[in-house]
């Protein structure tokens, strides 16, 4: 099947799609980026993830490159030419395309927009969270405004690889005081020994999760505390449970930290049961 992408005003074919060699966000990593994720051919947590490209577009002083009705005009027609039934839709702003140069082009150049859509296999996806996800911890060397989702992604990249070469599905960043900030691509939960659910604040230097959101308000329907409180990984490893959430994994169970088995090594009741929240909520959302 061919695939399709947008292209600064226009669906061209994914193989033929490029960007100039100049355009800021290629070289100076000058962009920010959303990702929404898509089930039953619909985008999830449509308005959170609005919001936060309105924010982090106003943080960098880049303008936004289309009105909001347009934008998800565009979006849906990209999930419906990419026939996205469960996946993700994933979009990028850069500053645009200028003679290199670090402080911001004057005049500036319109933003540069790619859309791109993408089909997950969701029997996988299902598979892998009945069996749970392991994670690494490496210390956290990023920036300081990790609020801001922007497309430089090189630490977050490399600590992904780690796990990966360690047979782990996600890696967990820890700050100096030695607690767990978020994972590289994803909040980062556990229930503790006490049985409360913990996540890291949103002062702290991490991404505003759109998912993490969502699941705080799901969890008056289980019968459990939650403190938005950190956590050290000694206090994951002794935790009864832990998960990560996001776009991309929805909600996912942590079986292992460091090779620690969490809890009985199984994915934990409470994370099931918020996944299954989760993507019940979203499939309802959708049908309003
Ligand atoms: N933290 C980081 C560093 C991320 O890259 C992501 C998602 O890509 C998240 C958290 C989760 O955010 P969201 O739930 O909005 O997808």
């Known amino acids: 099947m061919s695939r399709w992408a947008y292209v600064n005003g226009r669906f061209v074919r994914h193989g033929e799609a490029a960007v100039h060699i100049e355009d800021r966000g290629y070289q100076l990593a000058d962009g920010i980026y959303e990702v929404w994720a898509v089930i039953g051919g619909r985008l999830i947590d449509v308005e959170g993830h609005f919001e936060r490209l309105a924010r982090s577009l106003a943080e960098l002083r880049i303008a936004e490159p ?17 026939r996205v039934s469960y996946g993700l839709v994933y ?42 996800i392991s994670v690494i911890t490496l210390p956290e060397n990023r920036w300081g405004r990790c609020d801001i989702k922007t497309v430089g992604l090189l630490p977050n990249a490399l600590a992904k690889q780690a796990a990966k070469e360690q047979g782990a599905g996600e890696a967990w960043f820890v700050d100096a005081d030695g607690l767990v900030t978020e994972g590289a691509s ?15 604040d949103t002062t702290a230097n991490i991404l505003r999760g759109v998912t993490r959101k969502t699941v705080m308000g799901l969890v008056g329907e289980l019968n459990i505390r939650l403190d938005e ?23 996912m169970p942590v079986v292992a930290v ?31």
Do not use: C
């Not at 996944?275 to 309003?288: E, F, G, P, V």
């Open 229 to 251: 409180r950190a956590f050290t990984p000694e206090e994951a490893k002794s935790a009864r449970e832990a998960f990560i959430t996001g776009a991309g994994a929805l909600v």
């Open 91 to 132: 979009l990028q702003v850069t500053r645009g395309v200028a003679r290199r140069d670090h402080a911001f082009p004057d005049p500036p150049p319109p933003p540069a927009i790619v859309i791109t859509a993408k089909s997950l296999d969701r029997a996988a996806a299902e598979a892998r969270a009945a069996r749970g």
């Open 258 to 288: 460091d090779g620690t088995p969490i809890g009985d090594g199984k994915p934990g009741p409470v994370a099931q049961r918020l996944r299954a929240l989760y993507i019940l909520n979203a499939q309802a959302s959708n049908n309003l």
């Open 66 to 82: 289309m009105g909001r009705r347009a934008l998800e005009l565009v979006l849906r027609e990209a999930v419906r030419r990419n």
């Open 186 to 200: 994803s909040n980062a939960w556990i229930i503790d020994k006490d049985g409360v659910l913990r996540t890291r």
